[in-house]
């Protein structure tokens, strides 16, 4: 759950777009968006086994440029 405290002195709308950064990062609005219309399982299972592939494909992205940059650095 989101939260933010606000100080005597803050603007509204400085704590509004914090709050609203603070959802965005947390996915709320994503899980409202997903939670409001009803999802078999085997679609469920089928939107996470494709969520597992695309995180592998990113960190072993990232690791591949991360041993590119090293091995730059080294020569």
Do not use: H
Request: proline fraction near 1%; aromatic fraction near 6%; hydrophobic fraction near 30%.
């Amino acid at each position: 759950m989101a939260k933010i405290i606000v100080r005597e002195g803050d603007s509204i709308e400085r704590a509004l777009k914090q709050f609203k950064r603070m959802c965005e990062k947390e996915g709320l609005r994503r899980e409202i968006k997903r939670s409001s219309y009803y999802e078999k399982p085997s679609e469920q299972r089928r939107r996470r086994t494709l969520q597992a592939i695309r995180e592998r494909r990113k960190a072993t992205f990232k690791a591949a440029k991360i041993k590119a940059k090293s091995v730059q650095r080294a020569c």
